[in-house]
Nanobody, 125 residues
């Protein structure tokens, strides 16, 4: 069973950059599509980004296109979320997720197999 542990969150100012990491345990990491979600205070969890098992296909929420990039290093069992030009509206707990079917990450969140514990990103204005 793969376990996910996020890191890299913190307090930054608007316009700054931040990179989140998600370390996965287990030798089957490369068989999972991976993604990032976020949940702002008082709001529902929302999709941010996803990447296929091979890394060839990526999907980004409209709100982060042009600012966020998802990547993965299967050799290191790690997923990254590079965030640039951060805005106060990006303040949220960010969760790493993994699923054998990328469609679960992009459109059927209720079926996502694996979740990390989350890391808090706070963007001050």
């Amino acid at each position: 069973q793969v376990q996910l542990v996020e890191s890299g969150g913190g307090l930054v100012q608007a316009g700054d950059s931040l990179r989140l990491s998600c370390a996965a345990s287990g030798r089957t990491f490369s068989s999972y599509a991976v993604g990032w979600f976020r949940q702002a205070p008082g709001k529902e969890r929302e999709f941010v980004a996803a990447m296929s098992r091979s890394g060839v296909s990526t999907f980004l929420a409209n709100s982060v296109k042009g600012r966020f990039t998802i990547s993965r290093d299967n050799a290191k069992n790690t997923v990254f979320l590079q965030m640039k030009r951060l805005e106060p509206e990006d303040t949220a707990v960010y969760y790493c997720a993994a699923d054998s079917n990328i469609a679960d990450l992009t459109t059927r969140t209720e079926y996502v197999e694996l979740w990390g514990q989350g890391t808090l990103v706070t963007v001050s204005s």
